[in-house]
């Protein structure tokens, strides 16, 4: 049953790629004729400057130009020719080492706040004006801050993975911790459990499927945001090759760079609600 | 009584009021006893009190006045000694039974070996009869069965004393039936002193010594201790043969039906809270049981029937 539903969905989704694959083959495919009235030469659409409307169609690619280029760029991912010419493997490579430094530390900070946070109706009430007023704030508009007081870019785009993933662990470390059964603590204090035992072996399984919720929301964020913010610092990582492509005006590429960003992030969701399933429990 | 293992003297739970209302006086001058090796249920209306009682001796909630001394030793603070039941099992639900089990024999015994744990642990499975269910997670346990690994985890640590919150509230009567079985044999065997709230008649005449009986709130007290005369070895299936059984049944169902609200406003010119009058309903000749009074009790008599809500 299970089953004959999964082959019901690839199903779909194939004819669904099928679909877009044809409407963009199709919406790419240079229409020389229809830009210019019938019966008019190339030449003279082009004086009167209706070829100009054909010519970007002309230059996005198709599906098959694509292909090409994700063929190229993957049977070579880690070539490196100086500092504008570099595989996608090492580019993809210096994000997800951001992305990844920024997130641990993050959870470093966030998992052990929200604890204290958790357990703490005090400090609770303490941090949450801090929390309310900092989380809103869009992780890009600490960047100068950042590069002006860290004076390096990559470091930089590290804070800032670093504050976008704070807000989404702590919180919800704090919230898991908060909302951990009474009967459960009631179990461990007759028991008389040590508080380190406690923490670890009480509160922190019960709240992880909680905490990690949290770290899979913040991992989405940061994946979100390393882009716009090594396009704004530079030099390298997938965000600067988007950027880079751009102005080569190789769409090819940047249309190459989108998908390889698209699915490393469900990569990384799929890490993470793999782990999710290890710690969930059922009641 | 100086062979008291447990001893309340003069408790009182005083809630403080919400909004400035008056203060919520939940119990008060309550006094009791408890010796080794004796199994004690309270049986009282719902918001009597009883869970706040049990609260106090496990040691999870302070009561307002009044001390309770365990072994010659005040209470205060959860113990070891006191192992607790929870109404609602309190199994942690990303452990398996066997992890359940452990966690507390850990606890009581961090010294031993992991062999020593497991085997300690397997002891109580086994004798609560889940064996084969060691590794299943709660969750894949039915109702009857979690609150048996509750009663293993609490039995599990060999504690002084077994506290008891409606362990069997929720189970269904037939089930319940079974576990009742199981706890006798398993007291009998063990000589453990019990505390246990219930709020069913049939349930404490099976189980229990003494039943302590409390008129409703606020401001409950213990109305007077029924002694069960009924012989020890009691069994679900022949204790409602003996003569006392009735007796003391009808005693208990007259008290939840009239006397536990009129109590207050009718309280006997004899009675002393310190000593709350001990009786044995079940020693009483049949007379002083009212026709009517016949007719509700048979009309109650369902096995395992709550009578209070
Ligand atoms: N934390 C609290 N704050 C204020 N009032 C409380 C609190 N806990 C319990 N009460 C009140 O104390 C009274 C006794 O509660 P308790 O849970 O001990 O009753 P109970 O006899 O166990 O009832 P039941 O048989 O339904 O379990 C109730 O009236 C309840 O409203
Ligand atoms: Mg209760």
Not at chain 1, 77 to 100: E, H, M, T, W
Not at chain 1, 150 to 175: Q, R
Not at chain 2, 156 to 175: C, H, R, S, V, Y
Not at chain 2, 293 to 308: G, I, K, S
Request: glycine share 8%; charged share 20%.
């Amino acid at each position: 049953m299970a089953k004959s539903l999964w082959v019901r969905s690839s199903a779909v989704s194939l004819l669904i790629l099928v679909v877009l694959l044809s409407v963009w083959h199709l919406a790419a495919l240079p229409e020389k004729s229809s830009g210019a009235p019938a019966g008019m030469s190339d030449e003279y659409a082009a004086m009167m400057g209706m070829g100009a409307a054909a010519a970007p169609k002309a230059g996005m690619p198709g599906p098959a130009d694509i292909a090409v280029t994700v063929w190229e760029k993957l049977s070579d991912p880690f070539y490196d020719n100086g500092p504008n010419d570099k595989g996608i493997g090492i580019q993809l490579g210096f994000s997800l080492a951001r992305v990844l430094a920024g997130f641990f530390l993050a959870a470093a900070v966030a998992i052990p706040l929200g604890f204290v946070i958790g357990m703490s109706p005090v400090m609770r009430g303490a941090l949450d004006p801090f929390i309310q007023v900092m989380k809103p704030i869009s992780p890009l508009a600490w960047m100068p801050l950042a590069l002006y007081t860290i004076k390096d870019s990559s470091l930089s785009a590290i804070f800032v993975i670093f504050i976008c993933s704070l807000w989404p662990m702590l919180i919800n470390t704090a919230h898991g911790v908060a909302s951990v059964k009474r009967e459960w603590l009631n179990v461990a204090l007759t028991l008389e459990v040590s508080p380190l035992r406690k923490a670890f072996q009480v509160i922190l399984p019960a709240a992880a499927p909680t905490i990690l919720t949290g770290m899979r929301i913040s991992m989405g964020i940061a994946w979100l945001v390393i882009v716009a913010a090594e396009m704004l610092v530079g030099g390298t990582g997938i965000g600067y090759f988007v950027w880079n492509e751009w102005n080569n005006l190789s769409l090819n590429n940047v249309i190459f760079a989108i998908l390889s960003i698209g699915v490393v992030g469900m990569v990384l969701d799929l890490m993470f609600g793999w782990v999710s399933r290890l710690v969930a429990y059922r009641e | 009584m100086n062979n008291a293992f447990l001893k309340i003297e003069s408790l009182a739970k005083v809630f403080p009021s919400m909004r400035g209302g008056e203060p919520l006086t939940v119990f008060e001058n309550i006094h009791f006893q408890i010796a080794k090796g004796e199994f004690v249920c309270i049986i009282g209306h719902s918001g009597c009190g009883k869970s706040s009682i049990l609260n106090v001796l496990a040691g999870l909630d302070e009561a307002t006045r009044g001390s309770v001394i365990m072994d010659e030793r005040e209470v205060s603070g959860p113990s070891l000694d006191r192992g607790v039941v929870f109404q609602s099992h309190a199994l942690m639900p990303w452990l398996t039974v066997m992890q359940n089990i452990v966690f507390a024999v850990k606890s009581r015994w961090p010294e031993y070996s992991r062999e020593q744990w497991k085997g300690q642990a397997q002891k109580y499975i086994d004798l609560v009869h889940l064996t084969g269910a060691e590794d299943k997670k709660p969750a894949e346990l039915s109702g009857g069965m979690k609150q048996r690994v509750g009663i293993a985890r609490a039995f599990a640590i060999q504690p002084k004393m077994l506290l008891m919150d409606e362990p069997f509230g929720a189970l269904d009567a037939l089930t319940r039936g079974v576990i009742q079985d199981e706890l006798v044999s398993i007291c009998a065997e063990t000589h453990q002193t019990v505390f246990m709230i219930t709020h069913d008649v049939d349930e404490a005449i099976l189980l229990a010594d003494k039943i302590v009986l409390m008129t409703n709130g606020p401001h409950a007290k213990i109305a007077e201790i029924v002694v069960n005369t009924l012989p020890r070895d009691r069994s679900r299936h022949d204790v409602h043969k003996h003569p006392h059984y009735y007796r003391i049944r009808n005693h208990l169902v007259d008290f939840l039906v009239t006397r536990s609200k009129e109590f207050r406003n009718n309280v006997p010119a004899d009675y002393d809270p310190k000593h709350p009058p001990h009786v044995r309903p079940g020693l009483e000749p049949d007379t002083d049981v009212l026709p009517d009074q016949d007719a509700r009790v048979r009309h109650l008599h369902q096995p395992a029937m709550p009578v209070a809500a």
